[in-house]
């Protein structure tokens, strides 16, 4: 018997449009193509250390940040586990801290990942901030790129919010 091409699936999410595109599409595959489903946020905490190592921030403006950053990616993995269960789909969540692309890494070893899911870079708003961040997310995608030992989709499709309401 062939095994599935996929049966294990973690979504890596950052709060950006992209990533919660990519939290859909994860969710679409999970339902559709019955597999398990993980979605992960990672603190930064290792771009935050090198902010407050070069005195871009002190330590108490790190402490906020991370507390806020942490408080954020535990409301995106709250709002995926509702948006998964409006589509029956049953998700486990992580939140993890460190460096974004090695936790993902780990979290889907750990998990026994197929398959890990990222949203794709667009070409929106081009104010600094979002350049840097999206850089920052450019970055780490590469490094889950090359650094997997399974397969990795990146989403790009702008429409998935259409097809996930359809589902």
């Known amino acids: 018997m062939i095994k599935p091409l996929f049966q294990k699936i973690v979504v890596a999410v950052n709060g950006s449009e992209q990533s919660l595109r990519a939290a859909m599409y994860g969710i679409m595959m999970a339902k559709m193509f019955k597999c398990e489903l993980k979605a992960v946020y990672v603190v930064d905490t290792d771009t935050l250390r090198q902010l407050e190592l070069s005195k871009f921030f002190i ?99 702008a429409d998935v919010e259409k097809l996930f309401k359809l589902l």
């Open 59 to 157: 330590t108490e403006e790190v402490s906020r940040y991370r507390a806020n950053l942490k408080s954020d990616g535990e409301r995106y993995l709250s709002y995926l586990k509702r948006l998964a269960d409006e589509k029956s789909v049953k998700i486990s969540v992580e939140l993890k801290e460190g460096a974004v692309w090695s936790e993902l890494i780990k979290s889907a070893e750990e998990f026994d990942a197929d398959l890990i899911v990222l949203g794709g870079k667009t070409n929106g708003a081009n104010s600094m901030s979002s350049v840097l961040r999206r850089d920052k997310v450019s970055a780490a995608n590469s490094e889950i790129i090359g650094s997997s030992k399974c397969n990795v989709l990146v989403v790009k499709d």
